[in-house]
């Protein structure tokens, strides 16, 4: 490709509205250009990269029996009232209404439609096992698009799912996804961890959310050095406290004045006690009922395993006035004591306190001295912290590390959830009706195009891995003027391009700093630079993006030179 005939608005300054360096960058080098919130252009550059990224997809896929096949973007409201989902995930569902009145969703996802075809299409046991994808836009109206292509509301996806007769099929279809993933974020250059996930709504089913570490990452992962374990941090199960040796004994209960003490620490402060003689008490509404959650004054809730142990569609933090409505004390003077018709869980280093403080459920005033058992009783007591750095790993004890990661695939196994719903079923050897066992498997194609921005760039620009850069190489002649110098930049162009490189010659009539500028930002893995020299000593210079030196090269030795490193491992 020619420079001078390619689209490539590259820019000089970053663009105000980019929030991470990975929109920065692909703004700049002419890669994307946003058109409204989360949505986006891929031009010539960006398109390329998406093409590698999904080739290497489709490639370990079909290396692992999966077919491939397109389904419609337009979803009928029909198959999600069936799975009752229709309404679970309110505005961030983009519905639309045909000229008919029929109401429609852009899909953000395909559980419903791909169960849809497979139980209209398979009856057999002899079809199975059966493992479909595509890859294809998906559509979530996010509240807060952000990061890019991180968090878009139209991004691209391949998305499979897989159709087993039994639980063992679907387990041999998860370890080999677990495995193709591996693979395709290991030939796209990603540094990853897949790591244990929590199973979402989708229940106690098993997941690995595929996680590339970078510091923007809206995941936290827990890790062990000492023995691999990795974990999504919202379901590392936290360690049961020891029992406390020296236990106070138990004090009576008093109300004490506590003025403008609203804050756990305004109260610690006040009252002259730790946080971890202090109770969080907070207000969640599961659906539409309130439950109370409690846990140590230096611990932070974890909603999602809050989740787990009251199982509902949607779990927010309470409003205040529906918690004044029902408590009749606003927050900042909450707790447990006295509490009436709502339902109290708490966490499992609650159980373990003595003498604690908590609110009184009236305005400025706490107890002291509460005994949990005692004083108030709860549901049960359960793992409902967030795990923090450096505490202890669930496997083999040693202190866990953190990183921050960005979610770029997502195994799952899905079990009976649809197929039963839907009645996704086979007839098995002996005539009798089995219903199908189904797994899906997600990979961000586009959010692991900006994941690679994340982890491999430095000053000048982007660094692109070899196997889904735009372009393998860029050849810059200095003079575009200088017929000479153009002649043997052609010839090096013409000569790999025949050996299946994929190169671009910037012939513009720029100053070569511009063009140099350019070639770094863009990140194409190799420069080869075409000067007064190639004339006169028959030299060339050949630069690697991530090499800090150029080399000079002989005219007739650069393009072999050039083959065996781009087509090196
Ligand atoms: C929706 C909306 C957003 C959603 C979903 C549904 C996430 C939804 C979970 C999944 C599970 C897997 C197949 C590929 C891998 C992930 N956000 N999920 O179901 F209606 Cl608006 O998508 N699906």
């Known amino acids: 490709m020619r420079m001078s005939k390619a689209l490539i608005p590259t820019l000089r300054d970053n663009p105000a509205e980019a929030d991470t360096v990975s929109q920065q960058l692909l703004v700049r080098a002419g890669f994307i250009r946003k058109s409204a919130a989360g949505l986006y252009h891929y031009l010539p550059l960006g398109k390329r990269v998406l093409q590698k990224i999904e080739t290497i997809v489709r490639e370990e896929m079909d290396a692992f029996g999966c077919q491939e096949l397109l389904m419609p973007i337009v979803q009928p409201a029909e198959l999600w009232l069936e799975t009752g989902r229709w309404n679970a995930y309110g505005a961030e569902m983009f519905k639309v209404t045909d000229r008919h009145e029929r109401q429609f969703c852009l899909g953000p996802t395909h559980e419903e439609m791909i169960t849809d075809l497979v139980r209209n299409e398979v009856n057999s046991y ?51 996804m677990y495995q193709a993933y591996t693979n395709i974020f290991n030939r796209c250059g990603l540094k990853f961890r897949p790591i244990e996930a929590d199973g979402g709504a989708i229940g106690d089913s098993q997941t690995h959310e595929f996680t590339a570490l970078a510091d923007i990452g809206e995941n936290t992962v827990v890790y062990c050095e000492h023995c691999g374990y990795a974990a999504n941090i919202e379901i590392a199960p936290c360690p049961v406290p020891e029992a406390q040796s020296s236990v106070e004994t138990a004090l009576p209960m008093e109300k004490v004045y506590t003025p403008d003490s609203k804050t756990i ?26 439950i109370c959650v409690l846990a140590r004054g230096d611990h932070e809730v974890n909603d999602v395993k809050v ?49 604690l403080v908590c609110g009184a459920n009236e305005e400025a005033y706490h107890y002291i001295n509460v005994n949990p058992g005692r004083d108030f009783q709860v549901e ?28 770029v695939g997502q195994i799952f196994k899905l079990g ?42 430095d000053e000048n620009g982007m660094i692109w891995p070899k196997s889904i850069a735009p372009y393998h190489v860029v050849v810059v002649p200095i003079s575009a003027k200088d017929e000479k110098q153009m002649a043997i930049a052609e010839q090096i162009y013409t000569d790999l391009q025949k050996r299946g490189v994929e190169v671009m010659l910037d012939d513009r009539n720029e100053r070569p700093g511009v063009k140099f500028k350019d070639a770094d ?44 490193y781009i087509f090196s491992e």
Not at 269 to 289: G, M, S
Not at 380 to 403: F, H, N, V
Not at 526 to 555: D, H, M, P, Q, S
């Open 307 to 355: 989740q787990r142990v009251h199982p509902c569609l949607a779990l927010e933090l309470a409003e205040e006035e529906d918690v004044v409505k029902k408590v009749g004390c606003n927050f900042g003077s909450l707790g447990p004591v006295g509490l009436q018709g709502i339902k109290i869980y708490a966490d499992l280093a609650v159980e373990q306190m003595v003498n």
């Open 380 to 407: 049960g007591y359960y793992d409902l912290r967030m795990m923090q750095e450096g505490e202890a790993c669930p496997k083999c004890g040693q202190k866990l590390d953190s990183a921050r990661g960005i979610e």
């Open 265 to 290: 620490e305004a109260v610690g402060n006040y009252l002259q006690v730790p946080a971890q003689k202090c109770i969080k008490t907070l207000f969640f509404q599961a659906d539409d009922e309130l």
């Open 521 to 564: 930002l863009i990140g194409y893995p190799l420069r080869i630079t075409v000067g007064k020299k190639a004339v006169e000593e028959k030299i060339v210079e050949y630069k690697l993006r991530t090499a800090a030196e150029n080399e000079i090269v002989a005219v007739d030795e650069v393009v072999e030179k050039a083959v065996s």
């Open 416 to 457: 009976t959830k649809y197929s039963e719903t839907l009645g996704a079923t086979y007839l098995d050897e002996n005539g009798k009706t089995q219903v199908i066992h189904m797994g899906c498997y997600g990979v961000g194609v586009s959010r692991t195009m900006a994941a690679t921005v994340e982890q491999n760039h």
């Open 126 to 176: 002899r079809q199975l096992p059966l493992r479909l994808y595509q890859i294809q836009n998906k559509y979530r109206d996010e509240k807060r698009p952000r990061f890019g292509l991180i968090r878009g509301r139209e991004f691209v996806m391949k998305d499979m799912y897989s159709f087993d007769r039994d639980p063992e099929g679907l387990d041999q279809c998860y370890w080999d």
